[in-house]
């Protein structure tokens, strides 16, 4: 796949851009020594070895899962101890980026190529049961700043579906994640970063004709969170671009599934519950990882985005830990879920605080 700069990153790219939020390490540092920020975050991605390992034992699209999961854990383990002892092995310091890469590189080297298939496939069809419920609940909102305001929240339930987190894993294979109920439950406003008020006198304005959205997790994230939000642009007579991942990593939806999702949703007219469709495109981002380094996506992306005016990008992953202060020549948006303690920390908020960063160019 031929992979180019996302076109709305203002040029040069090389001074206006730069993928990762949370600096590891700054010039001053010595290169030849771990710093305390590289060390906390080679500690989190060793402390989902376990889950990681766990899942890839019970893939049973893999011939001998289990000896090949005891090595990956082995050999991830010891990158990561590699990267805490000499920051320079493995190409360079680690960052938000690299540290993801390795994993899911050496997942598909010992053959795992979807290692969260089948949760995702179950809470895919979980969600879809739900979807109708959820739009309906949503349309019944008559004030429209209510109603915005009822779908921004469905997002951040929505995107607490999470097994890239070692703790939400647990609380997931524990007794599951309700989405309603997560919906009443999120942290009171204002949130750690909350441009909402913003964001909706410009919604109200019909300020954007054009959106391209980079989309999450599998299940209730994109089914009962991005979907209705999607949705209710299409009803405001905009166009929607849907970026998913090229492959696999973690339980985020793939371009493929996407598509599947949308087709089983529709109705035999082509609708969303009662909305034309004919403005939303699925586009595959050319991503293969859970963040997102937007100086490398598919050219059919950059393509199809080049006249958007509002960019969102959602998640944890791809809108906080990267992403989170990148400008572009359009309106953006950045919205996520804090999952991790070390994100919290960084931001000065609280764990499951929510991100809405929503910056306005003047045109």
């Known amino acids: ?51 990681f390992k766990k899942r890839a034992e019970s893939d049973t699209t893999v011939p001998d899962a289990p000896a090949r999961a005891q090595k990956f854990a082995e050999r991830y383990g010891g990158i990561l101890e590699d990267w805490k002892k000499d920051p320079e092995s493995h190409g360079g310091p680690p960052d938000g980026v690299s540290l993801g890469r390795a994993r899911e590189h050496l997942l598909r080297e010992l053959g795992f190529m979807d290692i969260f298939k089948k949760v995702k496939d179950e809470e895919n069809a979980k969600a879809i049961s739900l979807f109708p419920e959820v739009v309906s609940l949503s349309d019944a909102i008559e004030d429209e700043g209510e109603r915005l305001q009822n779908l921004v929240r469905g997002m ?13 894993a647990e609380v997931f294979s524990r007794d599951g994640l309700s989405f309603l109920a997560t919906c009443q439950n999120l942290v009171p406003r204002p949130w750690v970063i909350d441009d909402l008020d913003s964001f ?45 991942n090229d492959l696999p990593a973690i339980n985020d939806v793939t371009y493929t599934e996407l598509t599947e999702i949308l087709s089983q949703l529709k109705d035999e007219d082509g609708q969303l519950i009662g909305v034309d469709t004919s403005k939303l495109v699925i586009a595959n981002s050319g991503n293969d990882l859970a ?55 960084f931001l000065g908020g609280r764990l499951y605080d929510c991100v809405f960063k929503y910056n306005e160019v003047q045109s």
């Open 200 to 244: 909706q006198s410009n919604w109200f304005k019909n300020r954007w004709k054009k959106a391209v959205i980079f989309v999450d997790n599998s299940g209730a994230d994109i089914i009962l969170g991005i979907l209705p939000f999607a949705r209710e642009m299409l009803r405001r007579g905009m166009q929607v671009v849907l970026a998913a």
């Open 291 to 345: 963040v997102i380094d937007l100086s490398s996506v598919s050219q059919e992306l950059a393509d199809i985005s080049s006249d958007a005016d509002l960019v969102i990008i959602e998640g944890m992953g791809r809108g906080i830990e990267t992403n989170l202060y990148a400008q572009f020549e359009c309106d953006s948006l950045k919205i996520g879920m804090v999952k991790h303690i070390e994100v919290a920390e």
């Open 1 to 51: 796949m031929e992979m180019v700069p996302f076109p709305l990153i203002p040029k040069p790219i090389e001074v206006n851009y730069r993928a990762c939020t949370i600096p590891y390490r700054f010039p001053s540092d010595n290169p030849k020594i771990a710093t305390p920020t590289e060390i906390s975050w080679v500690n989190v991605f060793a402390n989902s070895i376990p889950s």
């Open 156 to 168: 951040f339930a929505g995107n607490i579906f999470d097994l890239g987190s070692a703790q939400l």
